[in-house]
């Protein structure tokens, strides 16, 4: 009963404070504008979804009936069984990136490459439907305002909780009556911080339940309660710091300093400085070789059109149907000799390209531990489903999809083998291969590290502020 009477004491107290209520007021605002953000972004990815997938199966239908009714003297690039044509254009695909339930963490927009028989799909149809305008200046979305703002409310409302009693002289009247000084300064902050968390969880409830419209339904409560668990760490591990720069100085003004300066230092130089590291010990390939590469490859293979096509023929000796092999001047089956070459070309960079990609991956999960920040921006976007390995996933599986796309349409050009109802049915489709997250129980155990680190710093402080107190009153 006297613990309940000293918080709610605290609370009243905290009530009457108007700088409290603004502060509380304002992170709802922000909260509430997040959520919007976030919310909007699914439910403009699920229709943008929807739209291509209904596109596509007009498109296929439609092609269907040109291949089931009665065939048309017309030019080769609009005829129907053509598959060279085709597999460019009428039959192309969509690989779309699923959204996970708690996408709305992160407004990152529907990731979706169109996919057909020509090479080099994602350096050209990679999309999303953000405004490009907006995503150069940075997300504002849920994850921004739990990683980033909510330490500063935290700071914002606990930086003066021990140096306000040591200016005005209370601790050391609280001293005097043998009252336990740190008891009271933990239930003050938790009562005064208690109400961030409250809107923070509440508001990833609700952009859970908003997302719950999208195909990706209603966040698993696994998943839900590892996020609201992440949040609350990472707010107790800031009131843990607030706590600990205070034991370092004596006015509220210098414990002011100090928690904008922990903040800097943790959440913009840290990270920062992570990255440098990261690109600074394994440096991505530059993608302009990479692009100038493939376009000297694509001009030296078409001057070699006839003379490649040839050679095509001779390595696959299985595409020959019954003797008979494409016209050397058969603009398709050149077409087919040309993406081979260029294929071949750029494999070596697109292979010291996921050679680095996977070094940085591994060294970025052996950094990231040292520092809180990254620890829960990358459980975020863990849960969120937009995080690196995700997406890095994904570029390698419609990679190797539309290798196996081009394939099949590629061996119907060089047998000279006509598209049929039957074969467009066959042929290949996406479908995403999640990646393992494992790493959500290391990830979560970091952070519960880092929050024990900041209790035992904050316990250190507050003690020795006391111990100081108390050695000067005596």
């Given at each position: 009963?006297?613990?309940?009477?000293?918080?709610?004491?605290?609370?009243?107290?905290?009530?009457?404070?108007?700088?409290?209520?603004?502060?509380?007021?304002?992170?709802?605002v922000v909260c509430a504008v997040a959520l919007a953000q976030g919310v909007s972004s699914v439910l403009r990815a699920s229709t943008f979804r929807a739209e291509l997938e209904g596109e596509e199966t007009a498109r296929i239908a439609a092609l269907h009936g040109d291949l089931t009714s009665a065939p048309k003297p017309v030019e080769p690039w609009r005829d129907p069984r053509n598959a060279g044509s085709v597999g460019r254009n009428r039959a192309a695909t969509y690989a779309f990136l699923p959204a996970e339930p708690l996408a709305a963490l992160r407004t990152t927009g529907a990731k979706v490459v169109s996919v057909s028989t020509l090479g080099g799909a994602l350096d050209r149809s990679m999309n999303d439907i953000d405004n490009p305008r907006l995503a150069g200046i940075g997300s504002f979305d849920l994850a921004f305002v739990v990683v980033v703002l909510l330490p500063l409310f935290i700071l914002a409302l606990t930086f003066d909780v021990v140096t306000r009693d040591r200016e005005s002289g209370a601790l050391r009247l609280l001293l005097a009556q043998g009252t336990h000084a740190v008891r009271i300064y933990v239930r003050r902050a938790l009562v005064r911080t208690l109400p961030l968390i409250l809107i923070a969880v509440a508001t990833l409830v609700l952009s859970a339940a908003a997302a719950s419209a999208s195909p990706s339904g209603f966040a698993a409560p696994v998943d839900l309660a590892l996020a609201a668990f992440a949040i609350g760490v990472y707010a107790l591990f800031w009131i843990g710091v607030a706590f600990a720069v205070q034991g370092l100085v004596r006015t509220s003004a210098a414990g002011g300093l100090a928690a904008l300066a922990a903040w800097l230092v943790l959440v913009v130089i840290a990270p920062v400085a992570l990255a440098a590291l990261v690109d600074a010990r394994v440096p991505i390939p530059s993608r302009i070789e990479r692009t100038i590469l493939v376009r000297e490859a694509t001009r030296r293979a078409s001057l070699e059109g006839s003379g490649l096509l040839a050679r095509y023929y001779e390595d696959h000796p299985e595409l020959s149907h019954d003797g008979v092999r494409a016209d050397p001047n058969d603009f398709y089956a050149r077409q087919v000799a040309v993406s081979e070459r260029v294929r071949a070309a750029r494999a070596p960079v697109e292979a010291r390209y996921r050679t680095a990609l996977a070094e940085q991956r591994r060294l970025v999960g052996c950094l990231s531990a040292a520092s809180p920040v990254v620890v829960l921006d990358r459980l975020l976007d863990d849960l969120a489903g937009t995080s690196r390995e995700r997406s890095d996933a994904f570029v390698e599986q419609v990679t190797e999809f539309q290798s196996r796309f081009a394939a099949y349409f590629d061996t119907k050009v060089a047998r000279r083998e006509a598209l049929t109802a039957e074969s467009l049915a066959q042929r290949p489709t996406f479908t995403?291969?999640?990646?393992?997250?494992?790493?959500?129980?290391?990830?979560?155990?970091?952070?519960?590290?880092?929050?024990?680190?900041?209790?035992?710093?904050?316990?250190?402080?507050?003690?020795?502020a006391v111990h100081f107190e108390r050695h000067a009153r005596s």
């Amino acid at each position: 009963m006297k613990t309940a009477a000293i918080l709610r004491a605290e609370w009243l107290f905290v009530r009457r404070d108007r700088a409290a209520g603004v502060a509380y007021l304002l992170f709802a605002v922000v909260c509430a504008v997040a959520l919007a953000q976030g919310v909007s972004s699914v439910l403009r990815a699920s229709t943008f979804r929807a739209e291509l997938e209904g596109e596509e199966t007009a498109r296929i239908a439609a092609l269907h009936g040109d291949l089931t009714s009665a065939p048309k003297p017309v030019e080769p690039w609009r005829d129907p069984r053509n598959a060279g044509s085709v597999g460019r254009n009428r039959a192309a695909t969509y690989a779309f990136l699923p959204a996970e339930p708690l996408a709305a963490l992160r407004t990152t927009g529907a990731k979706v490459v169109s996919v057909s028989t020509l090479g080099g799909a994602l350096d050209r149809s990679m999309n999303d439907i953000d405004n490009p305008r907006l995503a150069g200046i940075g997300s504002f979305d849920l994850a921004f305002v739990v990683v980033v703002l909510l330490p500063l409310f935290i700071l914002a409302l606990t930086f003066d909780v021990v140096t306000r009693d040591r200016e005005s002289g209370a601790l050391r009247l609280l001293l005097a009556q043998g009252t336990h000084a740190v008891r009271i300064y933990v239930r003050r902050a938790l009562v005064r911080t208690l109400p961030l968390i409250l809107i923070a969880v509440a508001t990833l409830v609700l952009s859970a339940a908003a997302a719950s419209a999208s195909p990706s339904g209603f966040a698993a409560p696994v998943d839900l309660a590892l996020a609201a668990f992440a949040i609350g760490v990472y707010a107790l591990f800031w009131i843990g710091v607030a706590f600990a720069v205070q034991g370092l100085v004596r006015t509220s003004a210098a414990g002011g300093l100090a928690a904008l300066a922990a903040w800097l230092v943790l959440v913009v130089i840290a990270p920062v400085a992570l990255a440098a590291l990261v690109d600074a010990r394994v440096p991505i390939p530059s993608r302009i070789e990479r692009t100038i590469l493939v376009r000297e490859a694509t001009r030296r293979a078409s001057l070699e059109g006839s003379g490649l096509l040839a050679r095509y023929y001779e390595d696959h000796p299985e595409l020959s149907h019954d003797g008979v092999r494409a016209d050397p001047n058969d603009f398709y089956a050149r077409q087919v000799a040309v993406s081979e070459r260029v294929r071949a070309a750029r494999a070596p960079v697109e292979a010291r390209y996921r050679t680095a990609l996977a070094e940085q991956r591994r060294l970025v999960g052996c950094l990231s531990a040292a520092s809180p920040v990254v620890v829960l921006d990358r459980l975020l976007d863990d849960l969120a489903g937009t995080s690196r390995e995700r997406s890095d996933a994904f570029v390698e599986q419609v990679t190797e999809f539309q290798s196996r796309f081009a394939a099949y349409f590629d061996t119907k050009v060089a047998r000279r083998e006509a598209l049929t109802a039957e074969s467009l049915a066959q042929r290949p489709t996406f479908t995403f291969r999640d990646v393992d997250v494992s790493d959500r129980l290391w990830t979560s155990c970091t952070l519960a590290l880092w929050l024990a680190v900041a209790l035992l710093a904050a316990f250190r402080g507050v003690t020795a502020a006391v111990h100081f107190e108390r050695h000067a009153r005596s």
